[in-house]
């Protein structure tokens, strides 16, 4: 597995790979690598000829600076893992890389990058958006993946994508959890063994929705799952929501129709820890 740092071993990998006219797929990610990061590595490498890997931890999307300082950072054991799973390469930039300039642009991506995630933490998605439009950029790959776990930020970067023509196809790949249903995510291993079990809360009320849900249940969901969590100690919710797949859009009570396809989202805190996790009901 080729390690990446300069922009120029990144430009003799990417011409090396060009002339073999075979697509190129590609993962963006913050590192401390877990199976869901993995999962996503599988994918890309069933699809395409060859997989690019980026360990970034990207300043820009970070609304509060002492969750980018303790975000973890382990890059050696990454590396094993990516060369474990057959990743080509792997592409770990400086920032001054990404942004030898600061990115001023205001993207304007609507509903689905304004609610939830977006309300909580102003700024996030503008950060979102401008690296990897960036990297979309430097790397030119033909297929990019992305994590369900990030529901939201899956339909930003397919809005993003749209909007501004990017020649890439956004393939969404599903959450993976560990054995009790806790959705993996590299901000877990910084929660304490009780926090842990605490945090398995999130998982708990969204399963009681889906499973309601698929009894029938179309009405006092957002309830069911609000109810839920903010009874349980040492979770502060931050949001319970019903909303439509495609747009992000809130379903009202009652207004859970055959037709409507939905999504249930969660964010809450555990300890100083934030979490989101979320499950399509259909
Ligand atoms: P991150 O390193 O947290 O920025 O995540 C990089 C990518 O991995 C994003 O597309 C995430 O949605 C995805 N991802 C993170 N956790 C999981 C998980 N448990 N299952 C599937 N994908 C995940």
Not at 225 to 238: H, I, K, M, R, T
Request: charged share 20%.
């Amino acid at each position: 597995m080729q390690i990446i740092t300069a922009p120029n071993q990144l430009e003799s990998f990417l011409s090396e790979h060009r002339s073999s006219g075979r697509p190129l797929g590609f993962v963006p990610t913050m590192g401390a690598l877990h199976e869901g990061h993995i999962s996503l590595i599988d994918y890309s490498l069933r699809d395409n000829n060859t997989t690019i890997a980026s360990i970034f931890v990207n300043p820009t999307q970070f609304t509060d600076f002492i969750d980018f300082e303790k975000y973890p950072r382990q890059l050696a054991a990454d590396f094993d893992k990516l060369r474990l799973a057959g990743c080509d390469a792997v592409f770990v930039p400086e920032v001054a890389s990404i942004y030898p300039e600061p990115d001023t642009t205001q993207y304007q991506l609507g509903p689905v990058a304004e609610r939830l995630e977006g309300a909580f933490r102003p700024g996030h998605f503008n950060g979102v958006a401008s690296v990897v439009k960036r990297l979309f950029a430097l790397l030119q790959p033909q297929k990019a993946y992305f994590g369900l776990k990030d529901y939201q930020q899956y339909l930003v970067i397919k809005t993003l994508v749209n909007k501004y023509r990017l020649p890439v196809e956004v393939v969404g790949c599903p959450t993976i959890r560990d054995e009790q249903g806790l959705a993996m995510s590299s901000r877990n291993q910084l929660l304490s063994p009780e926090e842990r079990r605490t945090a398995l809360a999130l998982y708990r009320a969204l399963r009681i929705v889906a499973d309601a849900f698929d009894s029938g249940v179309t009405s006092g969901l957002q309830h069911m799952g609000w109810d839920f969590l903010n009874a349980q100690q040492g979770v502060q919710l931050e949001y319970f929501d019903i909303a439509e797949q495609e747009t992000l859009l809130p379903i009202g009570d009652g207004q859970v129709k055959q037709e409507i396809k939905p999504v249930a989202l969660a964010a809450a805190r555990v300890g100083n820890i934030r979490l989101i996790d979320n499950m399509l009901l259909r």
